[in-house]
């Protein structure tokens, strides 16, 4: 990943999302994917939060946004 275009700017734009939201986070297959999981009110809210990172903008990153009823444990 920090070999892509634009690194710095994601990884800035993710270090500054507020402290909880992401709780869970890390690349999938081989780091040619990431994961993230996040706390949010709604679907609106992950995306109002998200969208504006300069890898969305760009079209460098694609996002899939999901809900998920967690049915064993708790979130942080």
């Known amino acids: 990943?920090?070999?892509q275009d634009g690194w710095?700017?994601?990884r800035d734009f993710m270090n500054a999302l507020p402290e909880g939201f992401?709780?869970?986070?890390?690349?999938?297959?081989g780091h040619?994917?990431?994961m993230l999981l996040v706390k949010a009110a709604d679907i609106a809210e992950a995306r109002r939060r998200l969208d504006?990172?300069?890898w969305v903008r760009s079209g460098t990153l694609v996002e899939?946004?999901?809900p998920w009823e967690i049915l064993i444990g708790d979130p942080p």
Not at 22 to 29: A, I, K, M, T
């Open 32 to 34: 040619r994917r990431a």
């Open 52 to 54: 504006p990172d300069p």
């Open 8 to 10: 710095p700017a994601h």
């Open 22 to 29: 992401v709780f869970l986070g890390g690349p999938v297959d």
């Open 1 to 3: 990943m920090q070999e």
């Open 64 to 66: 899939v946004i999901e």
